[in-house]
RNA sequence: CGGGCUAUAGCGCAGUUUGGUAGCGCGCACGGUUCGGGACCGUGAGGUCGUGAGUUCAAAUCUCACUAGCCCGACCA
């Protein structure tokens, strides 16, 4: 393609707006413009890459036999009632009327549209297993977009299902473990380093899940990893083994006067006591207006998320101070859960053998000492609601965990039956009774994957594609687009499309320093430069990107050497 | 939603403190000199100063309200 005739608006100053080098990147090479917070327009060089990322994808689900579909993206509301996440999604869910004050949504993922799509076509033990994914825009009202494509209020997604016969979850397995398979492959292909973390499945439903993260510090995952044996987890997922911290036995429980402590470090220093021997007690406030009381050990964090699967709801907060008082007669800061009757008190592990403790007295500026869990209250559960650290210790061999920040690129899910259930979808199986198919659905943010990539290739001057996504294989410079250099680009560029190599000729009118500049921050793998200083030998110079190496080569076989290094360099980034 | 910041030409910014009718760099157009790493000189086009109201003889500048954008926290591919 010719320069000239492409849209390609490129940019020297860094947008104001971009705080991450992909962002910054996508912009300044001309790949995409914001249309609104969130919402960005991909401009021809950005839609290249996008739809080469989107073709490796297609073709590794092909490869696992999945069937393409292509979906629509407003939905009826109904489909959303009968799975309940109409009442249960929030605002982040686009809802919309039309002329007939009919209720749709803009489907933020498709697990209604697909399920009742195919309700009617699972009807046999045979019909199973049935795997299917589309690649579409999907629209979710984030409370933040952030980072340009990173987080967008649309996105692209590739989003893939599968149905299983019920008794059969060794189908459902294999299918789970095919997708991790495909998606590692899909990555790589991409150029990308990840990992695969196990994670909380959130308001997906479901029992085991799984991320695919790029590691990088503009990451808004965390992950938690063991440094010997390999377990990795997302930070709201991860579990630690719990510390044998030895409490001495103590004496009876005395109200102590503490003034003015109302932090657990402030604590600490009055009385003089280390925070392992403090209850933490936090309240929090659920969707149906009750509230909750969480205890921790004082040195610990709640993981909200944790408590959230436990409670069952898709959201809570830490009550406000002032409701608090109002509605419980507790002064926050000197909560406890002794003699608490009204609200459910859930402990975490770390709680249980907590003697000599301290712990909010339930009353203005004192606090309860030599308190012996069991002995002075007793929780309702105790459940494990630890937030991870850094310095905890690793669940399955308990050594050290460090942890680390990543973008999450891939999720998948084992489902289950929450969304067959409710569609009542059935089928009959081998011996005459009717089953419910259970299900996985398996996530690619396919925006952010293309962003991640530049996030992990770039360099001070500009992208450095990975030729498998690159908008083009070869850029060509004539130095001077006229005369004699003119006539060789054209030459060149003809032979390598003949072979199908995807060529930008930068036949622009501009000086040679622009079109240098250009070519390394579009970033495209291989550059040919034609100009007098190598015709004088009959040769042009032949770059490389990524290592910044260049030569001169003959006329007569630069065809033919391009030819082998793209092909080498493709293969890569090849499957298998 | 809470906290912080910003809004002036296509992009990046100055001007706001102390009110007097808008400027710089890049980009764009034209002419000339240049031409293998974002050239130089000259000329020129381009602005409801985010929106609305108020104060004032006079508002980019002061006041109030609103809107949008960005960053930090709770959601997600």
Known sequence: ?????????????????????????????????????????????????????????????????????????????????????????????????????????????????????????????????????????????EIRPRFGVMRGKTFIMKDAYSFHRESNSKSLDKTYNDMAGAYKKIFDRCGLETI??????????????????????????????CNHCGYVANREKAESRNENISYKNSGEITMASTPGTKTIEAVTRFLKVPAESLIKTLVFKIPDGKFVLALIRGDLDINETKLK??????????????????????????AGPIGVKSMHVVADLSVRDIKGGVTGANKKDYHYINVNTERDFTPDEYIDLRLVGEHDLCPLCGDGLSMFKGIELGHIFKLGDKYTKAFLVSYLDEDGSMKTPIMGCYGIGVERTTAAIIEQNYDEKGIIWPISVSPFHVYILPVKYSGKIQEISDMLVEQLEKSGI?????????????????ADLIGIPFRITIGERGLKKGAVELFERRTGNSEFIKLESIVDILKERIALEKKKYESE
């Open 1 to 141: 393609m010719h320069y000239s005739r492409t849209f390609i608006p490129t940019i020297k100053e860094v947008p104001k707006d971009a705080m991450i080098q992909s962002h910054i990147l996508m912009i300044r090479a001309g790949m995409i413009k914001k249309l609104s917070s969130g919402i960005y327009s991909f401009l021809p060089l950005g839609y290249r890459v996008l739809k080469k990322v989107e073709s490796i994808i297609r073709e590794e689900m092909e490869r696992i036999d999945y069937n393409e579909f292509f979906l629509p993206v407003i939905i009826p509301g109904e489909l959303w009632k009968i799975s309940k996440r109409w009442y249960s999604m929030g605002p982040e869910l686009f809802r919309l009327k039309d002329r007939n004050i009919q209720d749709f949504v803009l489907a933020p993922t498709h697990e209604e549209a697909f399920t009742f799509l195919l309700k009617d076509h699972i009807k046999s033990y045979k019909d199973l297993p049935l795997k299917v994914y589309h690649i579409g825009i999907k629209f979710r009202d």
């Open 502 to 518: 995807e060529v930008l000729i930068d036949d622009r009118d501009e000086r040679p320093g622009v079109k240098f500049k250009d």
């Open 196 to 225: 695969s973390v196990s994670a909380d499945s959130g308001s997906m439903g479901g029992s085991l899940s799984e991320e695919f993260m790029v590691p990088s510090r503009v990451g808004e995952e965390e992950i938690i990893q």
């Open 309 to 334: 699967n436990y409670l069952g709801v898709s959201e809570i907060e830490q009550a406000d101070k002032k409701e608090v008082k109002a509605k419980l007669g507790i002064p926050l800061g000197f």
